[in-house]
Structure formats: structure tokens, C-alpha cells
């Protein structure tokens, strides 16, 4: 079985049981519920979407027979950046609006509006601690049965450098592992 995109469940399958797939920055989701922070109509949130998205990142390893366990996260990095630190200044993203609450934009424009310590609060809990758990739970989970835990954090690239990238430069993979 396969981990649900939708949820960002965690699922085991047959085969290795120690690997485990990250894939943080598949989803296109955002909930209706946070949708008023971004200040874009829905075309060019649409655009946004289209550049930020580690476009089939959960598709080519949901697909590897050998796969073990999936941990995605089921919202959009624009509403939260599981990768990022959520205390901006342990993060250096934050200071180009690309923290775990994204304000920019990939060209650096205005992408959200200031929200409340009580919107963010909500968001941590609802999407960043439980990918976390998930995430954590599956490291524990494979080191009590196999003795041992392998992370595999997948990410895909646009062919070209995007604005906001800091260390953009040089030559670009479609893939990342």
C-alpha cells in the first residue's frame, strides 16, 4: 500500500521496511480554511503553485514496488514549509519571506498577508507538528523492527534558477535525492 496523498498518512508496505521516502513538497493543496492569507487571485496562485511544487515527486516513488514507507505532507508548501524551521530566526529562508510561513513569492513579490500568532498556532498544529510525528514515528518505527532507518528526502527542480533560489547557480537536476 501506498502513503494517501491527500492526508500525508503513513503507510508500510512489504520490502524494506527502514527505508522511508520523504517527499515534503508535493501537494497543491491549500485548505479553504487558509486561503484568505494569500493575497493572489486564483490564476496567479495557480502560477505560484506551478513553480514552488515538487511536481511528481510522490507519483515516481508511490510507484517504486521496493518502497517501504512514504511521508508526504497533505498542504502546499506555500501554506507551511515542513522543511523550514518554524522560528524564523533559526531559519535563514525567513529572511526573503521563505520561512515556514511563506510571505514571497518565487520572483519575491507579496504572497500572504501578515497573519496572527493565533493563524500561525493553528497551522503548526494542524500541519507541521503532525508531518513531524509522522516523520518521527517512522524513524522510530523502523529502527525498533530493522535496527536501522534510511531517509531519503526527494525534491524536484525547474530547469531554470528561480529568483528566490540563494544558491541557484550551476548546473540543474530534475531530481533530487
Known sequence: SNTDQETGSVQTNLGFGYVIFHIPHSSIEIPESVRDQFLLDDSALNDELIKMTDRWTYELISGYSLSSVIVNSPVSRLVVDVERFYDDSQEIMASIGMGAFYTATHRLGLLRRPISAAERQ??????YHPHHEKLTDA??????????????????????TLPYEINGDGKRHEICI
Request: negative net charge.
Open 122 to 127: 493553528l497551522i503548526l498544529d494542524t500541519w
Open 139 to 160: 524513524v522510530e518505527i523502523a529502527l525498533q523492527q530493522h535496527g536501522k532507518a534510511l531517509i531519503f528526502d526527494i525534491h524536484s527542480y525547474p530547469r531554470q
